[in-house]
């Protein structure tokens, strides 16, 4: 947790003091003293816990917090007092959301005051994920490294996001390509209108291989070619 709660230090004095600033916390990574470094910021956390936790609201008894909710697309959102344990209880605000399809609810903790929080916030973290699967098993294979000196790690992460960048900017053209039924490199220019294309995109059927994946094979086989 050190290494988080040193670089939140280092990005505070870029974030004017005057911007509402909410940061959304993996249950992974719910620590109390990550919680104190992100309001000591000034910040406020958005912090998913384990589903076990325990939660007294303002006026009520201590439950489990997910009991808070019994059904799936409900939410809840109260005041009160996380954690069973007196040296860990925080008063906070919770917030139980099971939208419908999910098998659980999230379990989330605020210091902001129930109207002042959104109960569709956490999903703004999602595209953390598909970073995390374009790194690993979907792209780079980052998962397989056998790499422990953090230099070389550090390195390596510069051009991860380079060349993710540009797998992007690939795959895009190649499905642009299929859209128009040319020749990736045929395809001299973005088309400027969905109308402009032979077929609407927006008819593409499902994607059977993702558009990084489309991309690191078509940078692969021009770099066999000694196209690049």
């Given at each position: 947790m050190d290494p988080t709660v040193e670089l939140l230090k280092e990005l505070a004095p870029a974030v004017p003091r005057e911007m509402t600033v909410i940061v959304l916390c993996d249950r992974g990574i719910s620590s109390p003293k990550l919680w104190r470094q992100i309001r000591a910021q000034g910040w406020?956390?958005?912090m998913r816990c384990r589903k076990n936790i325990t939660f007294c609201a303002?006026?009520?008894k201590r439950l489990p917090a997910?009991?808070?909710v019994s059904v799936p697309d409900t939410a809840w959102i109260g005041r009160g007092t996380a954690f069973g344990t007196p040296s860990a209880q925080r008063?906070?605000?919770l917030l139980v959301v099971w939208y419908a399809g999910q098998e659980e609810p999230w379990i989330i903790l605020t210091d902001l005051v129930p109207d002042k929080a959104g109960p569709s916030w956490y999903a703004?973290?999602?595209w953390i994920e598909l970073g995390f699967k374009a790194i690993?098993?979907?792209g780079w294979k980052w998962d397989k490294t056998r790499r422990t000196d953090p230099a070389r790690i550090s390195r390596h992460w510069l051009v991860l996001p380079v060349a993710t960048l540009m797998a992007l900017a690939y795959g895009t053209r190649v499905e642009d390509a299929q859209d128009r039924?040319?020749?990736p490199g045929n395809l001299r220019t973005p088309p400027k209108a969905v109308a402009d294309t032979h077929r609407?995109?927006?008819s593409r059927p499902a994607r059977t291989v993702s558009v990084i994946r489309h991309g690191i094979d078509w940078l692969r086989r021009l770099l066999l070619k000694g196209r690049l």
């Open positions: 406020h956390p958005c303002d006026g009520g997910r009991a808070f008063r906070c605000t703004l973290r999602f690993k098993s979907l039924s040319i020749a609407d995109s927006r």
